[in-house]
């Protein structure tokens, strides 16, 4: 979501007096991939913090981005003086996610940001109307406030005022030490604390690294979620976890999985979902990987999807999604995801559609078809394969019908720009020891593809 900006000054980058303003914007230096590169942010908070507070939020820094050079002040290399104070600055990158925000110092800003137009030095290029459909299909943009309807935007705004600032900076899970990327309303006295250790077996939290280490040493007997393991193959297991059951794991797991998600947030009523956690398997136990949630008697065949930083970027997101859709499957009916999907979830899902109904257009010969029959075949709602398919022109209306244009010659070119993108891991059925409580009717066949 994009965070609202003031109307910034016009001023050189290099005649900026004073301190930054909360409200402002301006040009900042920020590290990508151990590159400093300028780019614009907005300062939405402040902090006061001792000369030990900074020297242990810059060890921080350097423990999570080994390859990034951070600045050392002369003064920072001297003994710490304990009366000394400095002001860190919140700041949120103009057109990027709010998992990018940051506290960063005064010396990262370069100057107010010019109310001109970015120049292309600023990493701006013209890009063609076909080339920016297929950059949003598979890169998230963010949305402003002026697109949407009044009310929407005025929740949107409360929510952005009560998160704008990330509460928990790391947590240790298991041998991870993650940088988290959002507000997690945690209780007190946890949801004030920098560093936060979560036992990974049972989700249990702690502020202090002695308590955590005698809970995971000496209290803690679990080394798998609770609930029944529904598939194993290899080294990955997932287990169905009632939230009705199980409510206290049900709600460390949303709480855990809240800090690297922005919306959709359910912390205490998991009574009516069911969770489905991911875990790669070894000696030690099973170490969670990520989940997916589902509200019970809706026609939504997920709620959220959370993989976590370490374990993104193996096909663990659309390993979760193909379960997604082959429990529904089974159970007889044809399932959507709860929307609105966030940006990392927008993406998954839209390579995931593309690449099944690609597949299933190929093995028809017909030119068109109707989006009803392509559900029905593919088991991805209606308006799921409408809103992937418009932005390439392949729909049309018709009768108050919506049309596919499924010629070869039409799968061919969407094939040849790159979108489709099969998984890496692919859901063997086979291994899936799951049957339905209630069918909503009889079990339906996903399509198999490649």
Known sequence: MRRPTTRSRSHDTDSMDGDPEIGESYVVTRITNGVPEKTIAIVVATKQVTDDQLRQIRAEKEKLQTNTPIEVSESAKEEPNPTAMHTLYYIHYEGMDRRLDEWAERNRFLGFASSEKPSPSMGIQKVTRSQRR?????????????????????????????????????????????????????????????????????????????????????????????????????????????????????????????????????????????????????????????????????????????????????????LLIQLSYELSSREGWIGTPEKPLSDLGKVSYRSYWWWVILGTLENMETDTVRASILSEETGIASADIVSTLYPMQMIKSWKGDHIVRASKRVVEHCRSLGLVRPPSLLLDEKCLRWEPRRPRGPPRTRPKHK
């Open 134 to 318: 297929i950059d949003e299909e598979f890169n998230h943009l963010p949305v402003g406030y002026e697109v949407m309807g009044a009310t929407v935007a005025k929740l949107e705004r409360e929510y952005e005022e009560r998160t704008k600032v990330r509460n928990i900076e790391m947590v240790t899970l298991g041998r991870w030490e993650i940088d988290t990327w959002y507000f997690a309303p945690y209780p007190a006295p946890f949801d004030q604390t920098v560093h936060l250790f979560v036992c990974e077996y049972c989700l249990m939290y702690f502020n202090d690294i002695k308590l955590y280490s005698r809970h995971v040493k000496l209290a803690c007997r679990r080394r798998t979620p609770p609930g029944n393991e529904i598939y194993r193959k290899g080294n990955l297991s997932v287990f169905e976890v009632s939230g009705y059951q199980d409510r206290q794991y049900a709600q460390f797991l949303c709480l855990l999985s809240k800090l690297f998600m922005d919306h959709k947030t359910l912390y205490y009523d998991v009574e009516t979902f069911l969770f489905y956690v991911l875990c790669e398997v070894d000696n030690e136990g099973a170490h969670i990987v990520g989940n997916f949630s589902k509200e019970l008697d809706t026609g939504n065949n997920l709620a959220c999807i959370m993989i976590l930083p370490p374990y993104q970027r193996k096909g663990y997101g659309k």
